[in-house]
Nanobody
């Protein structure tokens, strides 16, 4: 069983910054996680990809966050980070960590419980 635990959400004013963290753990040995990513879902909207990163460090961003958000990861700690700068009210959403986790003879696509990010104008 894989668990993703997110942290770092909160309420900030427009123009501010937040850093989200996501730690992956499993009952078995994790051999790799590829990719790890962040999605978000605003009220009344579909969940959308914000950014993801491969185990090799290749990144992918939604156009709406390019130049403002930076995704990174620490493979040794099975942790991904999302540094969010120049935040806008339209960034308000629940942010979910997602990871495809590989064990010796298993793999699973897992989601975190979500962390609320609220940007006030």
């Amino acid at each position: 069983q894989v668990q993703l635990v997110e942290s770092g959400g909160g309420l900030v004013q427009a123009g501010g910054s937040l850093r989200l963290s996501c730690v992956a753990s499993a009952s078995g040995t994790i051999f790799s996680i590829n990719p790890m990513g962040w999605y978000r879902q605003a009220p009344g909207k579909q969940r959308e990809l914000v950014a993801d990163i491969t185990s090799g460090g290749s990144t992918n961003y939604a156009d709406s966050v390019k130049g403002r958000f930076t995704i990174s990861r620490d493979n040794a700690k099975n942790t991904a980070y999302l540094q969010m700068n120049s935040l806008k009210p339209e960034d308000t959403a629940v942010y979910y960590c997602n990871a495809r986790v590989y064990g010796l003879e298993w793999q699973t696509n897992s989601w975190g419980q979500g962390t609320q990010v609220t940007i006030s104008s």
